[in-house]
């Protein structure tokens, strides 16, 4: 199925791979082991939240219950569809100051959509 564009046709996004979430994941334990804590994990810019998804899935049930999972999102309209997606799953703010004073202070930052638009 394809899309149509300002600018032409656009084929869809592909699904995300599930090889993303496992290389953040791995890279969240060992900063998690190395700080001697665990360290929330902070998405800037999630975008839809399909990597949020990915993530959560990947974490497994009891690190997902056990991991602040923070979203900093400065559109209204993609916080409210990151919100009906993940629910109470993670908590999403529109500016990092908020989400840092959330975390404590520290978080395992990272950020895929941002850089990607």
């Known amino acids: 199925m394809k899309t ?3 600018a032409g046709i656009f084929p869809p996004r592909p699904p995300f791979p599930p090889i993303l979430a496992k290389a953040i994941i ?3 334990k060992e900063a998690c082991a190395r700080c001697g804590t665990r360290l929330p994990l ?3 810019g999630a975008g839809s939240g399909a990597l949020a998804v990915k993530i959560m ?6 690190n997902r219950l056990n ?3 923070v ?3 400065t559109s209204p309209r993609l916080r409210e569809f990151q919100h009906l997606l993940l629910g109470s799953q993670a908590k999403i703010y529109s500016g990092m100051e908020k ?3 959330h975390c404590g202070g520290k978080a395992f930052i990272f950020s895929n959509e941002l850089v990607d638009a």
């Open 26 to 28: 791995a890279r969240w």
């Open 4 to 6: 149509s564009g300002c």
């Open 71 to 73: 979203i900093v999102e």
């Open 99 to 101: 989400a840092l004073k």
């Open 57 to 62: 899935d990947q974490l497994g049930f009891w």
């Open 67 to 69: 991991t602040d999972y």
């Open 42 to 44: 902070l998405e800037i």
